[in-house]
C-alpha cells in the first residue's frame, strides 16, 4: 500500500528530484509540479515511467487543484543568477506560490512544508545564526527580490497557520550542493567543479574570504523528510544546513585538489550584497528531528565531481 499521496512543487530541480526520489522510495505517491524554469525533465527521467510518480507542467503563481496529504513548496529558483534574471518573476513565485500551497492545505487538510532560506538572515550580524535571529536583509537590494519573498513566504505560512490552523513545517536551508545541479546554475560549487574540470579560470567573487556551510543534498533531504513527519504542532523554523563553515578560497583550493586541475584562480567583483558570513546553528534541528549532518565536504564533493564528469 502506497503511504500518502505528496505533492512536490519544483520537483524537477535539484534538491526536488532527490525529494521525489526519496519519497518514492519510501512508497509513497509523488505527484511533481514544475514550470521547468531551472529545473529539467532530465532530472526526472528515471521517474516518469512510474506508476506511482507524475509530473504536471504548471506555474505555482497560477492556483493549483490536486488532492493530497502533504506537500513540499520548493518552486523557486535558488541561484542568484537566475532569481536575479526576473526578480518579479521571483517574487511572485514565492508570494503566490505560498498562497497558493497554503490555500490548497486549507482546504484538502494537507500538511504543508516551505522550503526557506538561509537568506531570511541577509547579511548577518551574528555567526552562526540562530532560528530566533530576524535577520539583516536590504530590503531594496538585488537580492532582496528572493530573501524579501522567501521572509513573505514565511509570514504567510504563519499567518494560515494561526488564522486556519493549516499544518505547516517550515525550514530554513543552507547552502546545499550535490548531483544534478545544473551546468549553468551558477552557484558556487557547479561553478568551481566545472571550471576545474575543464581547466577552465575559477572564479572567486571578492577576495574569497567570505565563508559559507555547505550541506551535501542527502543530508539535507534527511532532514527535510525527518522535518515533514515531524510531531504535531512543531512548526519550525528549523535550520537545516552543515555548520562546517568553510571560505570560498579554500572552497576552490579543495576543489582544485580533488580535481588534480591546472585551473588557476582569478578574482572577480564581488555582487552587491553579497554576505560575509553564514553558518547555522543546528541544535533545534538535533534535539526536534534527531537530524544533523554526516557527509564531510570533501566526500560530498567527490560524488559532485563524479557527476560532473560525466555530465561535461
Ligand atoms: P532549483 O532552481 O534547482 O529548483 C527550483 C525548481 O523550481 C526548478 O525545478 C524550477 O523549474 C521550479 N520553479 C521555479 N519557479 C517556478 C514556478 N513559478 N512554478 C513552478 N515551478 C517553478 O533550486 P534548488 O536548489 O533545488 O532549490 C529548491 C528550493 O530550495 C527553492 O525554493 C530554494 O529557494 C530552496 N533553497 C535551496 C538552497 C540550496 O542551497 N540548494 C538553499 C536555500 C533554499
Ligand atoms: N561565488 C564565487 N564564484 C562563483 C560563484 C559564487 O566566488 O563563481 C561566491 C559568491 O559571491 C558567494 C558564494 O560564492 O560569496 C556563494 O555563492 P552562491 O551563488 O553559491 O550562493 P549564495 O551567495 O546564495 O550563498
Redesign the pocket.
Known amino acids: 500500500m502506497r503511504k500518502n499521496r505528496v505533492l512536490v512543487t519544483g520537483g524537477a530541480g535539484f534538491l526536488g528530484s532527490h525529494l521525489c526520489d526519496r519519497l518514492i522510495k519510501d512508497g509513497n505517491d509523488v505527484i511533481c509540479v514544475d514550470n521547468l524554469f531551472t529545473g529539467s525533465k532530465d532530472n526526472i527521467r528515471h521517474l516518469l515511467d512510474n506508476p506511482y510518480f507524475e509530473f504536471i507542467r504548471h506555474d505555482v503563481t497560477q492556483p493549483l487543484f490536486i488532492e493530497c496529504d502533504q506537500i513540499y513548496n520548493l518552486a523557486c529558483p535558488a ?3 537566475w532569481y536575479q534574471k526576473d526578480p518579479i518573476y521571483t517574487f511572485k513565485t514565492s508570494v503566490y506560490g505560498a498562497m497558493n500551497v497554503l490555500g490548497l492545505a486549507k482546504r484538502t487538510e494537507a500538511r504543508v512544508l516551505q522550503a526557506s532560506t538561509s ?1 531570511v538572515y541577509g547579511d548577518p550580524e551574528v555567526n552562526p545564526q540562530p532560528e530566533d535571529y530576524r535577520g539583516s536583509v536590504n530590503t531594496i537590494g538585488i537580492r532582496s527580490c528572493y530573501d524579501e519573498g522567501k521572509r513573505a513566504a514565511e509570514t504567510l505560512f504563519f499567518d494560515y497557520h494561526r488564522k486556519h490552523g493549516v499544518d505547516i513545517k517550515v525550514m530554513r536551508i543552507f ?1 546545499t550542493y550535490g548531483p544534478r545541479m545544473d551546468v549553468g546554475d ?4 557547479s ?2 567543479i566545472c571550471q576545474a574540470l575543464k581547466g577552465e579560470d575559477i ?4 577576495d ?1 574570504n ?1 565563508t ?1 556551510s555547505f550541506c551535501y543534498v542527502d543530508d539535507l533531504i534527511e532532514g527535510m523528510v525527518r522535518m515533514m513527519n515531524s510531531r504535531d504542532g512543531f512548526t519550525g523554523p528549523v535550520n537545516i544546513g552543515n555548520p562546517d563553515e568553510c571560505s ?1 578560497e579554500e572552497l576552490a583550493k579543495t576543489v582544485i585538489g580533488l580535481t588534480d586541475s591546472s585551473s588557476k584562480i582569478i578574482h ?1 567583483p ?2 552587491l550584497d ?2 560575509v558570513r ?1 553558518k547555522p546553528l543546528i541544535d533545534l534541528a538535533r534535539k526536534e528531528l534527531d537530524w544533523e549532518p554526516g557527509i564531510a565536504l570533501s566526500e560530498g564533493l567527490k560524488n559532485t565531481i563524479e557527476y560532473f564528469a560525466e555530465v561535461l
Open positions: 541561484s542568484p543568477k537568506e547552502n551558477g552557484r558556487v560549487v561553478n568551481f572564479t572567486i567573487y571578492g574569497g567570505q559559507r570560498i572577480k564581488l555582487p553579497d554576505p553564514r
